[in-house]
């Protein structure tokens, strides 16, 4: 395990660069990340490349016992290249070219920056090939789908088109196109959906177009994977990740990478309603979950975000000392803290690292170095692993169909997912996100909320699930469309109707406005966005709408099938909603349990197969105190306790 640091060297005197790195040893840094941005300091200009510089660097790092993620500078071309060859910048939805002078602008289809983005990687990657001090790699810097309509990539999509569906008429047919005499009658005339606006385009073509640019990404992955592996055989391979606009398939993009790396800048206040809160913890079980197995943190939060936007809040005492370990938590193995330094130049200098713009050692510095100190004691947790009975399912092509058609005011994909990954996490249980294609043998609860976009895999292998004894949950929005984003022509939740026994007979998108639901035990609940008037066929109702024209109607339902069971819940709730269902069907399914945990406490558990070692974080502005059920070695105290307290954003790790 280890907590490391972003640096640039190319921002700083090179004065600074000892007392950086022999500050950075004595602190306990032991990893840090260069270049992702260098290209114009390592190529100078077309051909001739300079290593010197950084070659400097590594040796201080590696004389300082710290070890290095090198980075292909491939997302800042430098302005030489844009002066000679302009056809590599992406070009907006406009037809125009973007404003170059910031970063990632490079179209990464463009055959001429391709050629040029595999020479300084094949070029840096030969030239540390064998370096002991260089650990892994990492590939460009956070990659989007980008839309990019330039000349190229709307040849690339054509050709991707007729590759896919063979001839221009069987793409007139899975696009629907006699609409709006939308009818291709040549390939030429296919375009990127680039029209304004952007909600009247054709779906279909949409969300084909978002596959093509999603493909397109983990393409140019593999592209400088390939190149890295040639020359740096063995080494790990990473490119870093977050949650953004144009999100490409992170499990394709993946794929052929040694390991998921993640930009992690959870928000640094906490909302007083607990409907507003989920834990930032659910996008690192996404994030473990996109290869199923631990991950690094390649950007950490060091300090107060801001630059483009106005500035945040600084991060609260115990805040960066406890989401690097709330990271650790949840499978990461390393934690790289962006940046060392604020920068004092450039368009990200509000951008705040751990040291401010003066260098001082300030409170976040003080932080950082005990997080630095604790992580000795975290020894023995190396490589242990989580296990969850619990996934929940998330569609990256599901994700995108809904950022094309918004469904309802409010109604947003990941929502319900945060909503129950917040109440499984209530009662401790560890929780898995992982891709609706993953395998599912292992779980006894599968959540699989508004499954929008048909795959027949997935259908197929979700009764499988159900019918050999698995239990299911699935939710509104389920069942909509095709493969080609088109609607199906059944009653809804169509290709699921079977299994969950009941059909929607009428649907109320209600948006922002609210209503209640009763459920069978008595209790009432507040509902949102969306109400599936239910049928029921071989299901039961558990909760019926309790106000509107269809008061009386089934709004959550339960249905054998096979030997497991589905559920079905047309509406969306609110987070007492979704804790209560999570606590039933915890019961119901005998996974353990722990009631009355205080608000805001996390505790999930990673194991080696010998022991169990019981991460309890404190994710809240209150002091917390937590009885355990038997005494346990705690690894930060190294003592018995029965009783954990924990102070705010505080972690404990117990060996069980
Ligand atoms: C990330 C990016 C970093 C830096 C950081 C803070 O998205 O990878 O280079 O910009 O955000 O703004």
């Known amino acids: 395990m280890r907590i490391g640091v972003d640096y640039y060297p190319e921002q700083w005197d090179k004065s600074l660069w000892r007392k950086d790195a022999e500050l950075m040893a004595e602190t306990g840094v032991s990893i840090v990340r260069l270049a992702e941005f260098a290209w114009s300091r390592l190529e100078p200009e077309e051909g001739s490349f300079d290593f010197s510089w950084l070659d400097e660097a590594v040796q201080i790092f590696s004389e300082n016992g710290i070890e290095v993620v090198l980075c292909t500078p491939t997302n800042c071309p430098p302005l030489w290249l844009y002066e000679k060859h302009p056809e590599i910048i992406q070009t907006g939805a406009d037809g125009r070219r973007i404003q170059i002078g910031i970063r990632g602008h490079r179209c990464i289809n463009s055959s001429v920056f391709l050629e040029y983005a595999k020479r300084i990687t094949d070029e840096m990657t030969r030239h540390y090939s064998g370096n002991s001090s260089v ?83 983990a393409e140019y992955v593999r592209l400088l994977s390939s190149v890295i592996r040639k020359n740096c055989p063995g080494i790990q391979i990473t490119t870093n990740t977050w949650f953004c606009e144009n999100m490409p398939d992170l499990y394709d993009m993946f794929s052929e990478l040694d390991f998921v ?4 800048y959870p928000p640094v206040r906490i909302p007083k309603n607990p409907d507003e809160f989920y834990s930032h913890a659910f996008h690192l079980d996404f994030m473990r979950g996109i290869k199923q197995q631990n991950f690094w943190i390649m950007e950490q939060l060091s300090g107060l975000t801001g630059s483009w936007a106005p500035m945040a809040p600084t991060p609260r005492p115990g805040q960066i000392k406890g989401y690097a370990l709330q990271a650790i938590a949840h499978g990461a193995d390393t934690v790289v803290h962006f940046r060392w330094r604020t920068a004092i130049t450039g368009a990200e200098m509000h951008w705040h690292g751990i040291l401010d713009h003066s260098g001082a050692l300030n409170r976040r510095y003080s932080e950082f170095r005990e997080l630095c100190k604790i992580l000795p004691k975290l020894e023995p947790v190396n490589g242990a692993e989580i296990y969850s009975e619990t996934a929940i399912l998330y569609s990256p092509e599901s994700e995108c169909a809904f950022k094309i058609q918004p469904q309802t005011d409010g109604f947003y994909y990941l929502e319900q997912m945060k909503y129950f990954h917040a109440a499984f996490t209530k009662y401790g249980a560890n929780i898995d996100v992982i891709s609706s294609e993953a395998d599912l043998s292992r779980y006894k609860i599968v959540i699989a909320p508004s499954l929008y976009v048909n795959n027949e895999q997935v259908t197929k292998k979700l009764k499988r699930y159900v019918s050999e004894g698995g239990t299911l949950v699935m939710t509104c929005r389920s069942g909509v469309k095709d493969e080609n984003n088109n609607c199906i022509m059944d009653a809804l939740p169509a290709v699921f109707k079977e299994l969950v026994g009941a059909e929607v007979v009428e649907y109320d998108p209600i948006g922002w406005s609210e209503q209640s639901v009763a459920a069978n035990d008595g209790k009432a609940f507040s509902c949102k966005q969306w109400c599936d008037v239910l049928k029921l066929n071989t299901a039961e109702s ?3 709408y309790a106000d509107s024209f269809y008061k009386g109607a089934p709004a959550v339902t339960v249905n054998k099938y096979g030997r497991g069971t ?4 047309g509406t969306v709730g609110k987070m007492d909603f979704y804790e209560d269902f999570a606590g039933k069907i915890m019961e119901q399914c005998g996974l353990s349990k722990l009631d009355g945990l205080p608000t805001g406490t996390e505790i999930t558990t990673r194991t080696d197969g010998e022991c169990d070692y019981i991460f309890i974080f404190n994710n809240s502005e209150n002091d917390v105190e937590i009885n355990l059920p038997e005494t346990m070695y705690s690894l930060m105290d190294s003592a018995d306790k029965e009783k954990v307290k924990l102070k705010p954003f505080e972690m404990d790790v117990l060996r069980k």
């Open 135 to 217: 650990i892994a790699w990492q590939i460009d810097n956070e990659l989007e789908a980008y839309p990019c309509c330039c000349e190229e990539c709307r040849a690339d999509f054509r050709n991707w088109l007729i590759e896919k569906y063979g001839t221009v008429d069987n793409i007139n047919k899975a696009f629907g196109n006699s609409v709006w005499s939308g009818e291709y009658s040549s390939i030429t005339q296919i375009q990127p959906p680039s029209a304004y606006p952007k909600a009247w385009q054709n779906p279909a073509l949409c969300l084909d177009y978002w596959r093509f640019t999603s493909g397109c990404t």
């Open 261 to 264: 790396s993640y930009d992690n």
């Open 542 to 544: 558990l909760a019926e």
């Open 566 to 569: 589905a559920y079905y819940i």
